[in-house]
């Protein structure tokens, strides 16, 4: 289990992690929200001892855990930093000798990543020659070649097409589903939801929610009405059940408190045209976010 009791990082008198305490079970997949400057990168700078936490604990099963530990820790950062002139094999091979590897076993990984991700050709390419997500994918080959426990990946989506968005999702996945330890952090909460047990939102350095995604949906206490139809429904947000009332394509998202709120929207509807869709649906995590921290985000 990787551990944070009361991290703190001050960078001068600014306080960009403030008394941070989570902790990430070993084999899951845990995911960090946030905005821009929440603190998600420098919580993971600390976490791989590239800095030092001002005050707090960070350990990994009860022991130590930093750079003398890159073996142990694989990491995709978010400035993603391969050498330009250097072919993609060489650099591969280089990388994960500094993690213990030996060439040939190494060689083994880089020829099943460099296949599985439909790039065999770029083998001999040097990385500039690459375009910009290929270049993402190498370097994620690079962070997970040594087969390290602990996993962290800093946007590992952003700047993907949705084809190797999926395609990075999966092996991510795979990788969970083999033992590693993953943790991730996205401005995309769509991607968080989908793929992790537990999470955490960072807002101005300090989590503003934490826990497994399921137990905040439900006590978060409110619900979703997605509403299509062939007709006006802007009428529903005069109802007093209708907490929040969000106009979409061919219908709204009205949230309501309880489910049992939903049959008056339901009767409400009665007799006014056709209904193609009427769902009663757990909040979103983006509901759940705008409610704790605001609609400053994104
Ligand atoms: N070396 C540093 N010196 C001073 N301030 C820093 C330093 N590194 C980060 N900060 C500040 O700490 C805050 C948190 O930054 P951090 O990079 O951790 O945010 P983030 O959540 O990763 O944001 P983003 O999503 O934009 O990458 C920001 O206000 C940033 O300006």
């Known amino acids: 289990m990787l551990k944070l009791e009361n991290v703190t990082k001050k960078f001068g008198s600014f306080v960009a992690v403030d008394s941070l305490s989570i902790e990430i079970p070993?084999?899951?997949?845990?995911?960090?929200?946030?905005?821009?400057?929440?603190?998600?990168?420098?919580?993971?700078?600390?976490?791989?001892?590239?800095?030092?936490?001002?005050e707090g604990e960070i350990s990994w099963n009860e022991g130590g855990i930093g750079y003398d530990q890159s073996h142990l820790v694989g990491y995709l950062p978010e400035e993603r930093g391969l050498y330009p002139k250097l072919k993609v094999e060489d650099q591969l091979v280089y990388l994960a000798k500094l993690r213990g590897m030996n060439k040939q076993d190494a060689r083994g990984e880089i020829n099943y990543w460099l296949e599985r991700f439909k790039v065999p050709d770029y083998r001999t390419k040097k990385v500039e020659e690459l375009s910009k997500g290929n270049q993402q994918k190498i370097q994620f080959i690079s962070a997970v070649l040594h087969k390290p426990k602990l996993l962290i990946l800093?946007?590992?989506?952003?700047?993907?097409?949705?084809?190797?968005?999926?395609?990075?999702?999966?092996?991510?996945?795979?990788?969970?589903?083999?033992?590693?330890s993953i943790v991730f952090s996205s401005h995309r909460m769509e991607h968080v939801?989908?793929?992790?047990?537990?999470?955490?939102?960072?807002?101005?350095?300090?989590?503003?929610?934490?826990?497994?995604?399921k137990e905040i949906k439900r006590s978060f206490g409110k619900k979703n009405v997605q509403i299509e139809a062939d007709f006006d429904v802007s009428f529903l947000k005069e109802e007093e059940v209708v907490l929040h009332y969000k106009a979409v394509p061919e219908g709204a998202t009205c949230q309501i408190h309880k489910e049992e709120d939903a049959q008056v929207l339901f009767e409400a509807l009665q007799g006014k045209g056709f209904v193609r869709k009427f769902e009663v649906e757990e909040p979103s995590l983006e509901d759940i976010f705008i409610e704790k921290v605001g609609e400053s985000y994104e």
């Open 193 to 213: 939801e989908e793929l992790c047990e537990s999470l955490c939102i960072m807002h101005k350095g300090a989590p503003v929610v934490h826990g497994k995604l």
């Open 26 to 54: 070993e084999k899951q997949m845990f995911g960090f929200l946030g905005g821009n400057g929440a603190g998600k990168t420098t919580t993971f700078r600390m976490i791989l001892g590239l800095l030092d936490q001002t």
């Open 154 to 180: 800093d946007e590992p989506f952003t700047g993907l097409d949705p084809v190797n968005v999926e395609m990075l999702k999966e092996a991510v996945k795979e990788l969970k589903e083999k033992g590693t």
